[in-house]
């Protein structure tokens, strides 16, 4: 069940990061770019936002790479070379690459809310390791069905961010806290109905 669930997003993630940058031109992913900047000032504040900017400008930046010194032309690197050039300068590739900024920015602002990912993690993991013990000593009977359901969301959950990182349309900020909150509850449940089977 699990595998199947990776496999099918796995394909999912595949399948929407192909038809958004054959569908979507660079500078309409770039409009998204900018208004998510907005909503990020908006929320945030000029100076977190621009520390989210900065990061994912830093993630998105190529590394530097030494290029091979050649002594003389050859006709094979000659046209390797141009071939490589055609590819970057095709609009799949720059929606390609505008989508890459999109998802980073995302990804960036997310890393805003993990101090307040770990206030909301932390009591939640505890309680549900105090709910299992007390069950155990009250003899009560550990729930298979929502151990499964809590491990399969935990599962799926980077899954889904990533494919939300991918979406074609703004997002507001705060939205990123629902995944935390999802993380929570799932962790609680599965701690709390783990069982060791005999």
């Given at each position: 069940m699990y595998r199947a669930l990776i496999i099918c997003s796995l394909v999912t993630l595949l399948v929407e990061g192909l038809f958004v940058i054959t569908?979507?031109?660079?500078?309409?992913?770039?409009?998204?770019?900018?208004?998510?900047?907005?909503?990020?000032?908006g929320s945030w504040g000029e100076e977190p936002s621009n520390l989210i900017l900065l990061r994912a400008l830093d993630w998105a930046k190529p590394q530097a790479q030494d290029e091979p010194r050649h002594s003389k032309e050859d006709p094979f690197t000659s046209a390797l070379s141009r071939g490589t050039n055609g590819i970057t300068l095709s609009a799949v590739y720059k929606s390609a690459e505008a989508l890459r900024v999109l998802a980073l920015l995302r990804i960036s602002g997310w890393m805003?809310?993990?101090?307040?990912?770990?206030?909301?993690?932390?009591?939640?993991?505890?309680?549900?390791?105090?709910?299992?013990?007390?069950?155990?000593?009250?003899?009560?009977?550990?729930?298979?069905?929502?151990?499964?359901?809590?491990?399969?969301?935990?599962?799926?959950?980077?899954?889904?961010?990533a494919i939300t990182a991918l979406l074609p349309l703004p997002l507001w900020p705060n939205v990123a806290l629902v995944p935390y909150l999802l993380m929570a509850a799932a962790t609680r449940g599965a701690i709390s109905n783990f069982h060791k089977s005999a």
């Amino acid at each position: 069940m699990y595998r199947a669930l990776i496999i099918c997003s796995l394909v999912t993630l595949l399948v929407e990061g192909l038809f958004v940058i054959t569908r979507f031109q660079a500078p309409q992913i770039v409009s998204i770019i900018q208004v998510e900047r907005s909503m990020q000032r908006g929320s945030w504040g000029e100076e977190p936002s621009n520390l989210i900017l900065l990061r994912a400008l830093d993630w998105a930046k190529p590394q530097a790479q030494d290029e091979p010194r050649h002594s003389k032309e050859d006709p094979f690197t000659s046209a390797l070379s141009r071939g490589t050039n055609g590819i970057t300068l095709s609009a799949v590739y720059k929606s390609a690459e505008a989508l890459r900024v999109l998802a980073l920015l995302r990804i960036s602002g997310w890393m805003q809310w993990l101090p307040i990912s770990l206030v909301l993690l932390v009591p939640c993991a505890v309680d549900g390791a105090v709910s299992r013990k007390v069950k155990a000593k009250e003899f009560r009977q550990h729930h298979p069905e929502l151990f499964v359901l809590s491990l399969s969301v935990l599962i799926a959950l980077p899954f889904l961010l990533a494919i939300t990182a991918l979406l074609p349309l703004p997002l507001w900020p705060n939205v990123a806290l629902v995944p935390y909150l999802l993380m929570a509850a799932a962790t609680r449940g599965a701690i709390s109905n783990f069982h060791k089977s005999a």
